[in-house]
């Protein structure tokens, strides 16, 4: 354990208040606040992606070496914007996380990731913090508990997890765990989701929310373990669930509780503002809606009816859509009640945003408000409505998955290899060379900060010119490729330069990714980040160590599958989306640690086994008594190649056996000796008990 650098707590805004160590931040109210919107830059007065960048401050006089410090990895890589209160960076360079930060308790994770490696957990590692988990739980609570106190809401809060965010085991026993004190409950969005839920709610005593999907045997299913002391609410999604609903009903002579999802025409933002609008795949319209009211009054079950649920999709970046859907779903909840529904819960579905590159923008990977001000807007706009129209206020249910699951998992992976652009020195061409090559050799030589675009423009012309002069053949292809490293060591030249301008001319931006460095990586992005690639999504990736040190190079990461997309060529960045990471030299005989945080939603179901590289070794780490201030509570071993084989039908028993007999067959042909042979079934065999990633003995 070592001490974290110092914060400047004038930098970012606390998440929430919650009591118990973590500072408070007074919360504008709804009020009075003003979101903080991303104005769109152009890219010639967009600042120099890297803060590693000389400024002038940085330069000690008579020493052009720039003066590198972990306060400047934490600006780099925006630790403060995407990891408070939970990471930071400590004076030895590494990553340190702050598991509980209520508590002044902070774990190394590069040390744990050495500790965890020891233990025989091969990278790549996802590392759950249990304690992040419990904290993002009670801050949604406590904020929702400030808002509803400030507000005198005479009704309360009942949250639910949405189990699809994340179906592990191990995550969901701790969802329900932590969130007792609040009766915190579970969201099924399927029948297999329905009995996970049905399984691990009991006597915490948190709703069970029916959604998705509905067949009568989901259905019946959730009425029946209504009977069993369990509040379970079915969920209407489509007005042929009503039907379903009444057949069960009836036969099981049981009452249903049930909601309504409304399709609002308030729409969110980003990639998932259509799960909201006349065109949403889910939820009934105003005319559905009426229909199940009056389909219900007409059998005397309207009591039934007690929720209004809706959802406007997934990171919501900005406040606005949320405070506009909260004013259409009150009203359309305060209709419900005057028609004689009994509405009790007023469901808010997910939405609440997470701040992934830490801007606090209302870009589609940050967010432009806090968890304090969604409690804020909505509880005030539930009790503006309600209050309007002298019904009574519902308790609230929130369906918020990102904002709680996010940030307690870490992916740490090793790089294993890179490839590297290097064009050496330039060389001077000899005497009586073309002329092309002389010109090149001249626009080098004059590169200084102030001509670089012209010094760009004048060797991309040569370039072309010599591309033209070996077409017609009026040069060799040694020449041709003397001018083509000439023209690499102007670029190189060039990107020395503008890396340290403020502003950097719009045709030089593209230089940084085209001279990056490729960093191999153990990892495969479709089972570990799968939606960096489907979605473009943006997570905070740096390296976990080192962080005293300059990353002088850039670099964009490669994973281990054999896909050209599976690589990673979009980070973080201060003011939008940069296409390489800066890195520290690869150093071949030493480990270099990267980390893919906030990545706990939805990442690990939504992975797959794109060439067979199965699900990573996992643990669950807590704060705990003891030397190394935590404990292993839970090992997930990763798949073995055994494993992902049987996944996809394959007998690794017949396997084995097929190889053996080919091997003896070969054998008798003379064509491999005994001891080659029995080091090929010993390389088989043992390779099917391993991890399906890169192992030490194999790197
Ligand atoms: C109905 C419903 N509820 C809750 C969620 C969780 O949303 P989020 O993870 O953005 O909080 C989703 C996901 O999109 C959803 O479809």
């Keep these: 354990m070592s001490q974290s650098v110092t914060q400047n707590s004038t930098s970012v805004a606390n998440e929430s208040a919650v009591a118990g160590g973590v500072a408070p931040v007074s919360e504008p109210k709804p009020t009075t606040s003003t979101p903080v919107e991303r104005t769109p830059q152009p890219a010639s007065t967009r600042p120099s992606s890297f803060p590693g960048a000389l400024r002038n401050g940085d330069v000690k006089a008579g020493d052009e070496a720039p003066v590198w410090s972990v306060e400047k990895s934490t600006e780099l890589y925006q630790v403060r914007g995407w990891g408070e209160p939970y990471f930071t960076v400590n004076a030895a360079g590494n990553v340190e996380v702050r598991p509980d930060p209520s508590q002044d308790r902070a774990i190394d994770l590069y040390a744990l990731a050495q500790d965890l490696k020891a233990r025989g957990l091969q990278l790549p590692l996802l590392i759950r913090f249990s304690d992040i988990l419990a904290d993002r739980i009670r801050r949604l609570n406590e904020c929702f508990g400030k808002a509803i106190s400030e507000y005198n809401y005479q009704g309360v809060y009942r949250g639910v997890y949405p189990v699809k965010v994340n179906q592990q085991r191990h995550i969901v026993e701790e969802v329900v765990e932590f969130g007792k004190p609040w009766s915190f409950g579970l969201e099924a969005g399927s029948k297999p989701e329905l009995l996970i839920a049905l399984a691990n709610v009991s006597e915490s005593g948190g709703l069970i929310l029916c959604n998705g999907y509905k067949d009568q045997k989901y259905i019946e299913t959730a009425l029946l373990a209504q009977r069993f002391d369990k509040e379970v609410i079915v969920t209407l999604e489509r007005i042929e669930e009503l039907d379903f609903v009444l057949a069960a009903s009836e036969k099981l002579g049981i009452a249903p509780t049930l909601g309504v999802r409304a399709k609002l025409t308030a729409k969110g933002v980003g990639r998932w503002a259509d799960s909201a609008g006349d065109r949403a795949k889910f939820g009934l319209t105003s005319a559905e809606i009426i229909e199940v009211v009056d389909r219900l009054a ?402």
């Design 298 to 699: 007409e059998r005397n079950m309207l009591s039934s009816l007690q929720l209004l649920h809706f959802h406007i999709g997934s990171q919501v970046s900005s406040i606005i859509p949320i405070k506009n859907a909260m004013a259409e779903a009150s009203n359309i909840y305060v209709e419900l009640a005057k028609m004689g529904a009994n509405m009790r819960y007023l469901d808010v579905g997910g939405g609440l945003a997470v701040d992934y590159d830490g801007s606090k923008t209302d870009f589609h990977a940050s967010k432009n408000y806090n968890i304090q001000e969604y409690a804020y807007d909505v509880v005030a706009s539930i009790q503006e409505s309600c209050n309007k129209s002298g019904v009574a206020v519902p308790t609230i249910v929130t369906e918020s998955g990102r904002a709680i699951c996010a940030h307690q998992s870490v992916l740490v992976f090793e790089v294993v290899g890179t490839n590297e652009v290097r064009f050496g020195d330039p060389v001077e061409p000899k005497t009586g060379s073309h002329a092309i090559l002389r010109g090149l050799y001249e626009t080098w030589k004059g590169i200084v900060p102030k001509n670089v675009q012209e010094a760009y423009h004048d060797a991309s012309q040569a370039k072309e010119e010599a591309q033209s002069l070996f077409k017609f053949g009026y040069l060799g292809l040694r020449e041709r490729a003397e001018a083509e490293r000439l023209y690499w060591n102007c670029c190189e030249k060039i990107l020395l330069h503008i890396r340290r301008m403020r502003y950097v001319p719009d045709e030089l931006q593209n230089l940084e990714k085209v001279l990056a460095s490729i960093y191999y990586c153990n990892f495969s992005i479709f089972q570990s980040a799968p939606d960096t690639w489907a979605i473009d999504q943006l997570f905070p990736i740096m390296p976990i160590h080192r962080l005293q040190e300059e990353p002088t190079e850039r670099a964009t990461l490669a994973d281990l599958t054999c896909d050209s997309d599976g690589a990673i060529d979009h980070f973080i960045d201060r003011e939008d989306v940069k296409h390489v990471l800066e890195v520290h030299p690869f150093k071949p005989n030493e480990p270099y640690y990267m980390g893919l945080f906030l990545n706990g939603a939805y990442q690990e179901i939504l992975g797959d086994l794109h060439n067979l590289f199965g699900d990573t070794n996992a643990v669950h780490v807590r704060l705990g008594e003891g030397a190394a201030g935590y404990h292993v509570t839970h090992v997930v071993k990763g798949d073995s190649v055994a494993e992902v084989l049987h996944f996809v039908q394959y007998s690794p028993e017949s396997m084995v056996e097929r190889v053996r007999q080919q091997a003896e067959r070969a054998l008798r042909m003379g064509q491999i000796t005994l001891p080659q042979m029995r080091l090929l079934m010993r390389h088989y065999e043992e390779s099917l008990g391993k991890y399906t990633y890169l192992s030490d003995d194999d790197t």
